[in-house]
C-alpha cells in the first residue's frame, strides 16, 4: 500500500460523511403513523421468539392440554404479534401528545426491551412533561382492561375465573384465551412503566412534579435519575436471586424470569445515568453560543477544483476532515474523505463539484443558536460537523463534534450549580446523546 492510500485510510477512520443519513433510525423501516417513522430493531428477533416459545410450549398446552400443536402455535404467534402491536401504540401515544404540543418526534423503533419514542426536545415545561409522560402507561392500561374485559366475556363460565382460573380458561377459545393473556400483559406493563424511575414514564411524571416544586428541570433530573438507577440496581440484584432460586428459595422464580430482571435493570440502570449525563451536557452548553465554540479558520475549496487537486492538495497532510465548497465566493456544499468515491483514475476529470454534499442538503446552525441546540442537531442527524450560516446565508465556520468535546474539556468544572456533579471524562459520552 503507497503511503498516499495510507494517509487516506487513516483520514476515512476519522471522517464521516457531512449528508445525514437516509433514516435515522436503525433496524427494519415499516412506514409511517400519524407522521412518525416506526422501526423494527432486529434484536426484537429474539423477543419475539421467545415470547411465541413460551406460550406455544409452556402456557398454552398448560391452559390447554386437548388444543392441537398447529392451534397453539398460531395463537401463540398472534399473541406475540399483538403483545408488540400494544407496545407501539404505547409508544405512538407519546409521539402523538409530543406532536401535538409542538415537539418534534424522529419516529418509534421497537427493540429488545420494548420501544422508545424519539422525541427530538425535552418539554419545555413541567404540564407538557407530565402529559407526555402519563399517556403511555394510561394507554397500556386501558389495552389491558379493555382486552380482559371483552375476554372474561367470551369464557364460557367467567363467574369461576377469579376462583378456577384454570378451569375457566379451558373451555375458551382461541380467541379468548389470547384476550386474556394479551390484557394482564398490558396491564403489567403499564403498572412497570409507572414505577418512578427515570427515564421510565413514571420518572418522567416524578421529574414533572419535582420539576414543578424546585422549577429547576436538571436538578428534578439528577433526582429522578439516581431513583432510576436504584430501582435497576433493586431489579437487578433481585434478578439475580431469582436466577439462584435454589439457593435463595425465599425469593423463587426462575432462570429465565431472573435474567429477564437482570436485564430490565441493567437497561433502567444505565439509561438514568446516560439520562443525567445528557441533562449535564445541556446545562454546560445552554447559553454558550455556537460562535463561541465553532472553527472560524478553515481551508475551504472551489467548486471546480479536481478531485485529484483536492485530495493531494488539501485532504492529504490536514487536520480538517470535511471543507467547505465555494461556487464564486457562495456557501456551495461540503465534502469529506467519504464522498471521493469515484475510481482514481477519474480523478483528474471529475471536479469537487460534482461529488460534494450540496448546500440544501448541509444540515446548519446560526452563530447565535445555543450550542445545546448544536449538540442535539449533531445527534439528531448524525453528523460530524455543522455549517455555521449567517442570517445572509454566509458561511462564518464549522462546528465539529469535537469542537464541543473540547470545550467541555476545559469549561467542564464551569457548569450551572444546577448540573451534576461530575465533569464528562469520555468523548464517547457526547456520541451518546
Same mark, same amino acid.
Given at each position: 500500500?503507497?503511503? %498516499?492510500?495510507?494517509?487516506?485510510?487513516?483520514?476515512?477512520?476519522?471522517?464521516?460523511?457531512?449528508?445525514?443519513?437516509?433514516?435515522?433510525?436503525?433496524?427494519?423501516?415499516?412506514?409511517?403513523?400519524?407522521?412518525?417513522?416506526?422501526?423494527?430493531?432486529?434484536?426484537?428477533? =429474539?423477543?419475539?421468539?421467545?415470547?411465541?416459545?413460551?406460550?406455544?410450549?409452556?402456557?398454552?398446552?398448560?391452559?390447554?392440554?386437548?388444543?392441537?400443536?398447529?392451534?397453539?402455535?398460531?395463537?401463540?404467534?398472534?399473541?406475540?404479534?399483538?403483545?408488540?402491536?400494544? =407496545? *407501539?401504540?404505547?409508544?405512538?401515544?407519546?409521539?402523538?401528545?409530543?406532536?401535538?404540543?409542538?415537539?418534534? #418526534?424522529?419516529?418509534?423503533?421497537?427493540?429488545?426491551?420494548?420501544?422508545?419514542?424519539?422525541?427530538?426536545?425535552?418539554?419545555?415545561?413541567?404540564?407538557? %412533561?407530565?402529559?407526555?409522560?402519563?399517556?403511555?402507561?394510561?394507554?397500556?392500561?386501558?389495552?389491558?382492561?379493555?382486552?380482559?374485559?371483552?375476554?372474561?366475556?367470551? #369464557?364460557?363460565?367467567?363467574?369461576?375465573?377469579?376462583? +378456577?382460573?384454570?378451569?375457566?380458561?379451558?373451555?375458551?377459545?382461541?380467541?379468548?384465551?389470547?384476550?386474556?393473556?394479551?390484557?394482564?400483559?398490558?396491564?403489567?406493563?403499564?403498572?412497570?412503566?409507572?414505577?418512578?424511575?427515570?427515564?421510565?414514564?413514571?420518572?418522567?411524571?416524578?421529574?414533572?412534579?419535582?420539576?414543578? =416544586?424546585?422549577? +429547576?428541570?436538571?436538578?428534578?433530573?439528577?433526582?429522578?435519575?439516581?431513583?432510576?438507577? *436504584?430501582?435497576?440496581?433493586?431489579?437487578?440484584?433481585?434478578? #439475580?436471586?431469582?436466577?439462584?432460586?435454589?439457593?435463595?428459595?425465599?425469593?423463587?422464580?426462575?432462570?429465565?424470569?431472573?435474567? /429477564?430482571?437482570?436485564?430490565?435493570?441493567?437497561?433502567?440502570?444505565?439509561?438514568?445515568?446516560?439520562?443525567?449525563?445528557?441533562? /449535564?451536557?445541556?446545562?454546560?452548553?445552554?447559553?454558550?453560543?455556537?460562535?463561541?465554540?465553532?472553527?472560524?479558520?478553515?481551508?475551504?475549496?472551489?467548486?471546480?477544483?479536481?478531485?485529484?487537486?483536492?485530495?493531494?492538495?488539501?485532504?492529504?497532510?490536514?487536520?480538517?476532515?470535511?471543507?467547505?465548497?465555494?461556487?464564486?465566493?457562495?456557501?456551495?456544499?461540503?465534502?469529506?474523505?467519504?464522498?471521493?468515491?469515484?475510481?482514481?483514475?477519474?480523478?483528474?476529470?471529475?471536479?469537487?463539484?460534482?461529488?460534494?454534499?450540496?448546500?440544501?442538503?448541509?444540515?446548519?446552525?446560526?452563530?447565535?443558536?445555543?450550542?445545546?441546540?448544536?449538540?442535539?442537531?449533531?445527534?439528531?442527524?448524525?453528523?460530524?460537523?455543522?455549517?455555521?450560516?449567517?442570517? +445572509?446565508?454566509?458561511?462564518?465556520?464549522?462546528?465539529?463534534?469535537?469542537?464541543?468535546?473540547?470545550?467541555?474539556?476545559?469549561?467542564?468544572? %464551569?457548569?450551572?450549580?444546577?448540573?451534576?456533579?461530575?465533569?464528562?471524562?469520555?468523548?464517547?459520552?457526547?456520541?451518546?446523546?
Amino acid at each position: 500500500m503507497s503511503s %498516499e492510500q495510507s494517509e487516506m485510510t487513516a483520514a476515512a477512520r476519522r471522517s464521516r460523511r457531512a449528508q445525514p443519513a437516509k433514516t435515522a433510525l436503525g433496524g427494519l423501516h415499516l412506514g409511517r403513523l400519524f407522521g412518525v417513522e416506526i422501526s423494527l430493531d432486529f434484536t426484537l428477533i =429474539i423477543v419475539f421468539i421467545l415470547v411465541a416459545t413460551s406460550l406455544g410450549e409452556g402456557t398454552l398446552p398448560r391452559w390447554h392440554p386437548d388444543w392441537s400443536a398447529s392451534l397453539r402455535w398460531t395463537v401463540a404467534i398472534g399473541a406475540a404479534i399483538l403483545f408488540f402491536a400494544s =407496545i *407501539l401504540l404505547h409508544e405512538l401515544s407519546h409521539a402523538v401528545v409530543a406532536k401535538a404540543q409542538g415537539t418534534p #418526534v424522529r419516529g418509534i423503533t421497537l427493540f429488545m426491551l420494548g420501544g422508545v419514542a424519539q422525541i427530538e426536545k425535552e418539554p419545555s415545561t413541567p404540564g407538557r %412533561e407530565l402529559a407526555m409522560a402519563i399517556v403511555g402507561p394510561v394507554t397500556s392500561i386501558v389495552i389491558g382492561v379493555v382486552c380482559t374485559a371483552i375476554g372474561s366475556h367470551l #369464557v364460557p363460565h367467567a363467574e369461576t375465573l377469579p376462583h +378456577d382460573a384454570a378451569g375457566a380458561l379451558r373451555g375458551a377459545g382461541p380467541g379468548a384465551t389470547l384476550l386474556l393473556w394479551l390484557g394482564p400483559i398490558n396491564l403489567i406493563l403499564g403498572v412497570f412503566n409507572l414505577i418512578p424511575g427515570f427515564p421510565l414514564d413514571g420518572g418522567r411524571v416524578l421529574r414533572a412534579i419535582l420539576w414543578a =416544586i424546585t422549577k +429547576d428541570a436538571a436538578r428534578a433530573s439528577r433526582w429522578a435519575a439516581f431513583i432510576g438507577q *436504584l430501582f435497576g440496581w433493586l431489579l437487578t440484584a433481585l434478578g #439475580v436471586l431469582m436466577a439462584f432460586g435454589s439457593a435463595f428459595p425465599i425469593v423463587g422464580g426462575g432462570f429465565v424470569q431472573g435474567i /429477564w430482571f437482570v436485564l430490565l435493570g441493567f437497561y433502567l440502570s444505565s439509561a438514568a445515568r446516560a439520562s443525567v449525563e445528557r441533562v /449535564w451536557l445541556h446545562g454546560a452548553l445552554e447559553g454558550i453560543p455556537v460562535r463561541a465554540l465553532m472553527l472560524a479558520r478553515f481551508d475551504a475549496v472551489d467548486t471546480s477544483l479536481s478531485v485529484e487537486e483536492f485530495v493531494n492538495q488539501h485532504l492529504l497532510g490536514s487536520d480538517q476532515s470535511c471543507f467547505p465548497v465555494t461556487s464564486g465566493g457562495r456557501f456551495a456544499g461540503l465534502v469529506a474523505l467519504p464522498d471521493v468515491r469515484v475510481a482514481r483514475g477519474e480523478w483528474q476529470v471529475r471536479d469537487v463539484g460534482s461529488i460534494m454534499t450540496p448546500a440544501d442538503r448541509v444540515p446548519k446552525i446560526a452563530p447565535d443558536a445555543s450550542a445545546a441546540d448544536a449538540l442535539d442537531e449533531l445527534a439528531q442527524r448524525n453528523v460530524d460537523q455543522l455549517a455555521v450560516v449567517d442570517r +445572509d446565508g454566509v458561511l462564518v465556520g464549522l462546528l465539529r463534534r469535537r469542537d464541543i468535546v473540547q470545550w467541555l474539556s476545559l469549561h467542564g468544572e %464551569e457548569r450551572p450549580p444546577s448540573g451534576p456533579r461530575r465533569p464528562l471524562s469520555r468523548t464517547s459520552s457526547l456520541r451518546e446523546v
